[in-house]
DNA sequence: CGGTATCCCCCGCGATACTG
DNA sequence: CAGTATCGCGGGGGATACCG
């Protein structure tokens, strides 16, 4: 059986909200990531085939819409049943951010996602349109192929990417997955694991100085946990 | 794997509401369900061990708190994250009446989760305290198991059985599931369908008169649906 | 009343490979 | 880039029976 069998509006909504990955993808849609590949990259670990399963789904159920560029390509959105279901997604979010927070558990640090996150929220108004900005960020506790990511600020787009595109590295940020994502979502400061040694930075000092303002955080950050 | 590894809080707060019948078991518990039972009444289809599985998750998530009674029953109730929880849900069951009715499905279709729920929203203050009143709800549409049902209001308890409790029956609907469903969801009502004949009303002239009043309806009814 | 225990099925989902 | 196709398994969960 898949539905719950009841009339009840909440369970109408459980039906769809309640598939596996669904709200995430409602998520991952409302941040603004609108093909499918970018879908990917913020669900590393769903698989292509159950990816395009619930977007059919939630195409089905009215959530999501879709279209097919001339070119080809294909762009997801959310209709508007989607937005205001993604608004109830963010309030969820809240309420994990106060309540469902677990110490970071070592199997929810990734250095990819995190890496996606950032190069989703980095300001790119900080840095000058007309040059080019490339952001290397280490990894101190991965091997080789994670370890060296590239953040790439050109023409007002971001790039993220695990091989060095080859130009001159601007700024420099050594430090390890868990660091960077307590920083990044708000659970320390910058400023304190500067401190602690946990983070080094390197390059023009007034980067350096602004680091706070111009590597975003989560959306949940500014959230007070409540216990 | 059961999580989704990521640190994002709306993952977490997914790992905990996405599990199968959750989100309906917090329903149950802000409706005002406190013990095992009840929460069975109003949720028929979920079987006794995964009740009790699933209480347990969101005991361990801190959703659900659980008391023993002196006299040995058990209460359970939402603890502070888990109200907070609830009115994420009830917004869910807003967005459900908004986006997510079908026509009322056969499958959905339930006279026992319907007379519970009734039960539960009956205007009680409608009825004289020191008098006990019995309405006899009969389903034309089902044969004799489930077709009369009683329910007794006394001492300003409401009492829905499936049994004559053998007191007289001051009043009595005669109708079929889909159009009482319809009229507690409001998707139609009682006026209409009394006019065109889907529900007769037999008894004293002044709760005939009143029942828009004294039977109550869903949380949702006065939800205006979006499409 | 308030749950456990057990059994077993089935299909959701993860993994991998492949195509237009 | 944007997905499909296929396969196999694990365990979630439905059914039923049973205990305290």
Redesign the interface.
């Known amino acids: 059986?898949k539905?719950?069998?009841?009339?009840?509006?909440?369970?109408?909504?459980?039906?769809?909200?309640?598939e596996?990955?669904?709200?995430?993808v409602i998520?991952e849609l409302a941040a603004g990531s609108d093909s499918f590949n970018a879908l990917r990259k913020g669900l590393?670990?769903l698989s292509p085939s159950l990816l395009s399963t619930r977007l059919k789904s939630l195409e089905s159920?009215?959530?999501v819409g879709k279209t097919t560029l001339p070119r080809g390509g294909t762009r997801y959105r959310l209709t508007?049943?989607g937005e205001?279901?993604a608004s109830?997604?963010?309030?969820?979010?809240?309420?994990?951010?106060?309540?469902?927070?677990?110490d970071?558990?070592e199997?929810?640090?990734?250095p990819s996602?995190l890496m996606w996150?950032i190069h989703r929220t980095l300001r790119k108004e900080y840095f000058d349109p007309e040059q080019r900005t490339v952001i290397l960020v280490e990894f101190t506790d991965y091997a080789s192929r994670l370890r060296y990511w590239w953040l790439v600020i050109e023409k007002g787009e971001v790039d993220v990417c695990l091989k060095d595109p080859g130009h001159e590295v601007s700024f420099q940020i050594t430090t390890d997955v868990r660091t960077l994502?307590a920083v990044w979502?708000g659970d320390s400061t910058m400023a304190r694991e500067i401190r602690r040694g946990s983070i080094t930075l390197a390059g023009p000092r007034q980067l350096k100085e602004d680091i706070g303002k111009w590597l975003g955080s989560?959306f949940?950050a500014s959230?007070k946990p409540?216990r």
Chains 1, 2 share one sequence.
């Open positions: 059986m539905g719950y069998g009841q009339f009840c509006p909440v369970a109408k909504a459980a039906e769809i909200v309640g596996r990955w669904s709200i995430l998520r590393p670990l159920a009215g959530v508007k049943a205001e279901l109830i997604v963010w309030e969820l979010g809240t309420w994990g951010h106060r309540w469902a927070r677990s970071l558990s199997d929810d640090l990734d996602m996150d994502t979502m989560n949940y959230v409540a």
